[in-house]
């Protein structure tokens, strides 16, 4: 079992930044992969970045080509909390952030790819 919960959130004027936060408990096996994704209203649910951290000693990150060059993922030392650092952030960026574990793969893009969700945390980004 593994546990998420995403924090971070909130509202941005367009070139603005936020900093997410996903908190992770449970195995840290089932941890190993794990990804940002994000769904704005009425459209599919999307990746945005992929994170392989078991067993390396620096971390593997992996970005979408909308948000590469502009979103950075980074690990804290504990290994349990994994940030999104979004910066010059777009109001196509407005969409609801939700951080995904255990992946059989890294990176992996699909949400059918990951098996345990957070609750999610809205991103809103205004012109």
């Known amino acids: 079992e593994v546990q998420l919960v995403e924090s971070g959130g909130g509202s941005v004027q367009a070139g603005g930044s936020l900093r997410l936060a996903c908190e992770a408990s449970?195995?840290?096996?089932?941890?190993?992969?794990m990804g940002w994704f994000r769904q704005a209203p009425g459209k599919e649910r999307e990746g945005v970045a992929s994170?392989?951290?078991?067993?390396?000693?620096?971390?593997?990150?992996y970005y979408a080509p909308s948000v590469q060059g502009r979103f950075t993922l980074s690990l804290d030392s504990a290994r349990t909390t994994v940030y999104l650092q979004m910066d010059s952030l777009k109001p196509e960026d407005t969409a609801m952030y939700y951080c995904?574990?255990?992946?059989?793969?890294?990176?992996?893009?699909?949400?059918?790819?990951?098996?345990?969700w957070g609750q999610g945390t809205q991103v809103t980004v205004s012109s």
């Open positions: 449970g195995s840290i096996y089932l941890r190993k992969c």
């Open positions: 995904a574990a255990d992946s059989r793969q890294c990176p992996a893009w699909l949400p059918t790819d990951y098996n345990y």
């Open positions: 994170i392989y951290i078991f067993n390396n000693p620096r971390p593997y990150t």
